[in-house]
């Protein structure tokens, strides 16, 4: 079979066409179009050129999906500076991007980060219920679960632009109720925990360990109420 | 966009100027993918330039006046049957930037493939 009738392949021009109809929504027709034209004649001569080499669907396939892959960092900027009527973007406005592509992808990392202890908590919880038939209170298990749940609702919200500060605002609640009930349930459950939890408060100081964790809470709640504050539709809207 | 200063070019748009250059005839310019291709065979690396970089490059070059750009003739495509080339000729504007980089930097001393922005 050629290339061309491979369905790799034919998946893989669909995928890069998808994509270039994404990255060109709301430019001027005749640019967009003529950037999906282009990209089409393109990919067409990729799978002519890998008929007459006799090269695999499948490796066209990959070929063609790491091209379009690696471009979209490029594609990207190429559409900002279409839509700024084609002049390259400002300093101050790109620096301001990159602040706010760095923190997103801190609460991002942050958030999948107390996801995963909410989750190995929820785990160990299970462990011992089976093994040993114990389990730490009711509220500790039912505030850990929803908790992890509610954290990673609000990493989806995140990463929706229009939900973004609301996502922040979602992950400041949740990540506090599963920073503090995930620990509270690990230090009861999980010996390695513990162990942890004593180097950390240097042990018999065992007051410290809330205190400890309050910190950490309070920490990631101002960073993410920071975030929604600076994502707010009406302030964005203020500024410009 | 501001034109550019002859001898001001990327790396990338370096390469594709020399390759260019290479791959026009008299009466034939260059496409997109033809071009990917001829870079990548020039290169240390196998993988072809990312759709994104190249049609950005060319796109800045197009605007800069370093590379002419038009549109097949449908009829040529609809014969051929394929979709119509966007197809590409180094200016003379653009042959004089080249001249210009080569006097400041031979191609001896190219930089790595890192070095030359390729994504």
């Known amino acids: 079979m050629s290339a061309q009738r491979a369905r790799a392949y034919r998946a893989s021009v669909r995928w890069v066409l998808g994509w270039a109809e994404r990255y060109t929504r709301g430019l001027p027709p005749a640019i967009a179009g003529s950037r999906r034209d282009e990209l089409a004649s393109d990919l067409w001569e990729q799978g002519a050129d890998a008929r007459r080499r006799g090269r695999s669907g499948v490796g066209t396939a990959v070929s063609i999906l790491s091209r379009a892959v690696r471009g979209i960092p490029a594609d990207l900027a190429w559409r900002r500076v279409q839509l700024a009527g084609g002049a390259p973007e400002p300093r101050a406005i790109r620096r301001e991007r990159r602040v706010a592509s760095a923190g997103l992808l801190v609460a991002v990392l942050v958030g999948l980060a107390v996801a995963a202890v909410g989750l190995a908590a929820l785990v160990r919880i299970g462990i011992v219920l089976g093994r040993h038939g114990y389990a730490p209170s009711g509220m500790t298990m039912s505030s850990t679960a929803l908790g992890t749940v509610a954290v990673l609702c609000g990493l989806v919200l995140l990463l929706r632009r229009r939900t973004r500060w609301i996502g922040a605002v979602w992950l400041a609640g949740s990540s506090a109720v599963v920073g503090w009930f995930a620990t509270v349930a690990l230090e009861e459950t999980s010996s390695t925990a513990q162990s942890i939890i004593d180097g950390l408060t240097g042990y018999p100081v065992l007051p410290l360990f809330p205190l400890i964790v309050a910190i950490g809470i309070a920490g990631i709640a101002a960073f993410d109420l920071a975030l929604a504050v600076a994502w707010f539709p009406g302030r964005k809207a203020a500024r410009a | ?119």
């Open chain 2, 1 to 119: 966009m501001p034109r550019r200063r002859p001898g001001q070019l990327l790396p990338l748009e370096r390469r594709i100027l020399e390759t260019g250059l290479g791959l026009q005839t008299a009466d034939a310019g260059f496409h997109g993918f033809l071009l990917a291709a001829a870079l990548s065979a020039t290169d240390e690396s196998t993988a072809l330039t990312a759709h994104g970089t190249l049609y950005k490059a060319l796109g800045r070059m197009a605007d800069a006046g370093l590379l002419a750009a038009a549109w097949e003739d449908p009829a040529i495509a609809a014969s051929a049957g394929r979709p119509r080339r966007r197809l590409y000729r180094v200016t003379a504007e653009g042959a004089t930037a080249l001249a210009a980089a080569r006097a400041v930097a031979p191609a001896d001393a190219a930089p790595s493939r890192a070095a030359r922005g390729i994504a």
